[in-house]
Nanobody, 120 residues
Framework: QVQLVESEGGLVQPGGSLRLSCAATSTFFTIGAMGWYRQPPGMQRELVASITRDAGSKYADSVKGRFTISRDNTKNTVTLQMNNLKPEDTAVYYC??????????????WGQGTQVTVSA
């Protein structure tokens, strides 16, 4: 079984930056794509960014140019650097990963979620 352990989010002022990290702990499994989803209050969970094992990345239109996803395959970690944060970025952020080594869809494993609040 794979566990995803996320760093803490926090409260940030508009225009500020925050970095989220996530580590996949597993002895026997090698995961595929990793990513970050978010769920704003009263809304559905949405994909923010994903990255494959060969560093192919995708972003939601709302975060392009502001967020950057990266990963370290040797450590099974993924990081989301969030810059120029806006109040609409407020949400619970979830780390995710794919079970299949070659899968580009990080939907099989989930972290516990971490709150990011952007407010003055």
């Amino acid at each position: 079984q794979v566990q995803l352990v996320e760093s803490e989010g926090g409260l940030v002022q508009p225009g500020g930056s925050l970095r989220l990290s996530c580590a996949a702990t597993s002895t026997f499994f090698t995961i595929g794509a990793m990513g970050w989803y978010r769920q704003p209050p009263g809304m559905q969970r949405e994909l923010v960014a994903s990255i494959t094992r060969d560093a192919g990345s995708k972003y939601a239109d709302s975060v392009k140019g502001r967020f950057t996803i990266s990963r370290d395959n040797t450590k099974n970690t993924v990081t989301l650097q969030m810059n120029n944060l806006k109040p609409e970025d407020t949400a619970v952020y979830y780390c995710s990963a794919a079970r299949n080594y070659y899968s580009p869809y990080p939907k099989d494993y989930w972290g516990q979620g971490t709150q990011v609040t952007v407010s003055a």
